[in-house]
């Protein structure tokens, strides 16, 4: 069973996900009355996910969150969806497309502008994947990252384990 995660219902809607437990951590705003919540989604493809009828609709409606960041978009910098296509209520988008059509790409949508976004960890090899978003908000980073698969014959993993990750986390320390 998903206690604490939204679920489907039988008729396609989306049970809101209960955020009532004690166990939850404290807020990071600095306001104990707000938390902000953030929504990460590996969709495989957004184009897929956009013909479900109604399906990533009914779910950010259900849950609202403050952001929803995407990996695997799979758009083309031509291909994007239309501004404000999550409603009125994300007027905040990113999005980060590889360079290869159909290929990676991230994107954060987000109700509430942040202070910087970074398309990428500012090193050409890794950045024509459209893999990293970093959107700076007033008291912490949110780094939409789609980390690079060794592949099933492992033919990228020196490229994942040796270039990619040192990359990366030396992007992290500059925060």
């Known amino acids: 069973t998903m206690s604490r995660r939204g679920k489907a219902t039988a008729k396609g809607g989306v049970t809101p996900t209960d955020y009532s437990s004690e166990r939850l951590p404290k807020p990071i705003t600095g306001d104990d009355s ?6 990460s989604w590996n969709v495989n493809g957004m184009g897929a996910l956009m013909k479900k009828a109604g399906a990533l609709e009914n779910y950010v409606a259900a849950e609202d969150p403050d ?4 990996q695997e ?15 009125s209520k994300y007027p905040h988008e990113y ?14 949508i987000s109700k509430t502008k942040p202070l910087t976004v970074t398309m990428g960890i500012g090193i050409p090899e890794h950045d024509d994947e459209g ?7 007033e008291h912490f980073y949110l780094i939409c990252n789609y980390v690079p698969n060794a592949g ?17 986390l ?5 925060l």
């Open 95 to 108: 999005w980060n497309c590889a360079e290869k059509n159909g290929y990676s790409g991230t994107a954060v």
């Open 67 to 70: 952001v929803i960041v995407f």
């Open 152 to 168: 099933q014959r492992l033919d990228r993993l020196d490229y994942r384990t040796k270039k990619w990750d040192a990359a990366l």
């Open 34 to 39: 707000k938390y902000f919540k953030i929504i």
């Open 131 to 137: 893999r990293v978003i970093t959107a700076e908000y």
């Open 170 to 174: 030396n992007y992290l320390k500059t």
């Open 73 to 87: 978009t799979k758009f083309s910098t031509k291909k994007l969806p239309g501004a404000g296509f999550l409603g």
